[in-house]
C-alpha cells in the first residue's frame, strides 16, 4: 500500500484559505487520494476524493499533481471548526478498500 | 448524509469484565465495517474488517479472542472486549461503508471511550 506524508501541523488564519500537503511518491495508477478530518475526540469525517483529476466540493477542493506523487487540500476560507486533524489516505486496491490512516497534519486556525 | 451511531458513547467497567460497543448504520445497509482503536494523540489504528454474515478479518497484532467482533445484520456490527484490562482503555470508532458511494468513502461513528479500572 502507498504511504503518505504529511507535515504534522500547519496554522492559517481565520477566513485564509488553507492549504494542507500531502506526498504520496508511490501511488499506483488506479488508487485514490483521500482526506479525511477528525476534529477532537469525534470520529473522523470524509472530506473529499480523487484519483487524478482536481476535485471540488461544498467543503474543500484537491488538486493534484500531474505524476500523482502529491495532492494539496484547499479549504477556501478556513473558519476557527476547521480546525482539526487531517489525513490524507491512498486507498488499497483490495477487496476491502480499507483505510489505513497516518498520522496526518494538525491543523490549527486562528482568529 | 449517511449516519453511522455508536453505542455507548462512553463506558467504565472493571478489570477482568467484557464490554461490548455497538456501531449501526442508520440510514443505509452496509455490508462491510471497519473497526479502529485510537489511543491519546495517535493516530487511528485499523482492528478488523467486519463483513455482513462472515467472520471478521483481523489485522496483524489483534487478538480476535480478545476483540469479538459479529456482523450479524446490514446495519449492526458489534465488537466485545473481553476480559478487559487498563491497557484496553482506548476510543474505539466504528465506520461503514455505502455501496452506493466510492469504495474509500467511510462513515464513521462518533466513537466509544472505554475506561478499564
Known amino acids: 500500500d502507498a504511504k503518505t506524508t504529511q507535515p504534522p501541523s500547519m496554522d492559517c488564519a481565520e477566513g485564509r484559505a488553507a492549504n494542507l500537503p500531502c506526498n504520496h511518491s508511490t501511488i499506483s495508477g488506479n488508487e485514490y487520494v483521500y482526506w479525511y478530518r477528525q476534529i477532537h475526540s469525534q470520529g473522523p469525517q470524509y472530506i473529499i476524493h480523487?484519483?487524478?483529476n482536481n476535485e471540488t466540493n461544498e467543503m474543500a477542493s484537491l488538486i493534484i499533481t500531474e505524476d500523482r506523487k502529491s495532492s494539496t487540500l484547499i479549504l477556501p476560507h478556513a473558519t476557527l471548526r476547521d480546525t482539526a486533524v487531517y489525513y490524507c489516505i491512498v486507498s488499497l486496491r483490495d477487496s476491502s478498500y480499507k483505510l489505513i490512516f497516518g498520522s496526518g497534519t494538525r491543523l490549527l486556525v486562528r482568529p | 448524509g449517511a449516519v453511522v451511531s455508536q453505542h455507548p458513547s462512553w463506558v467504565i467497567c472493571k478489570s477482568g469484565t467484557s464490554v461490548k460497543i455497538e456501531c449501526r448504520s442508520l440510514d443505509f445497509q452496509a455490508t462491510t465495517m471497519f473497526w479502529y482503536r485510537q489511543f491519546p494523540k495517535q493516530s487511528l489504528m485499523l482492528m478488523a474488517t467486519?463483513?455482513?454474515?462472515?467472520?471478521?478479518?483481523?489485522e496483524q497484532g489483534v487478538e480476535k479472542d480478545k476483540f469479538l467482533i459479529n456482523h450479524a445484520s446490514l446495519t449492526l456490527s458489534t465488537l466485545t472486549v473481553t476480559s478487559a484490562h487498563p491497557e484496553d482503555s482506548s476510543f474505539y470508532i466504528c465506520?461503514?461503508?455505502?455501496?452506493?458511494?466510492?469504495?474509500?468513502?467511510?462513515?464513521f461513528g462518533e466513537g466509544s471511550r472505554l475506561t478499564v479500572l
Open positions: 465506520s461503514a461503508r455505502d455501496s452506493g458511494r466510492a469504495p474509500g468513502e467511510l462513515f
Open positions: 467486519s463483513n455482513e454474515g462472515s467472520k471478521a478479518t483481523y
Open positions: 480523487g484519483l487524478k
